[in-house]
Nanobody
């Protein structure tokens, strides 16, 4: 199995940028597609971004498209989310997740492993 630990969350002003990362422990990191999800206060967990095993294919929620960029470094067992032009509605706990290849990349049920989450707060 793989263990995931997010880091880099914090407080940022609206319009600013933040980069959060996820470090994986395990020998098979490159065999997993990776996703970022977030859970705003009082709401359900929602899809943010997905990246394929080799980093060649990415998907984004409409709400973050053009502002967020997902990337991975399989040599370092890390996946990151660069967040630009942040809005107050981006405030949430952000989770990274690992799963197999699937057309349902947007579904939390398609991911087998989850990190503990990192808080991102955007002030307006």
């Amino acid at each position: 199995q793989v263990q995931l630990v997010e880091s880099g969350g914090g407080l940022v002003q609206a319009g600013g940028s933040l980069r959060i990362s996820c470090a994986a422990s395990g020998r098979t990191f490159s065999s997993y597609a990776m996703g970022w999800f977030r859970q705003p206060p009082g709401k359900e967990r929602e899809f943010v971004a997905r990246i394929s095993r080799n980093g060649g294919i990415t998907y984004y929620a409409d709400s973050v498209k053009g502002r967020f960029t997902i990337s991975r470094d399989n040599a370092k067992n890390t996946v990151s989310l660069q967040m630009n032009s942040l809005k107050a509605e981006d405030t949430a706990v952000y989770y990274c997740a690992a799963g197999g290849s699937s057309a349902r990349y947007y579904s939390v049920r398609e991911y087998d492993y989850w990190g503990q989450g990192t808080q991102v707060t955007v002030s307006s």
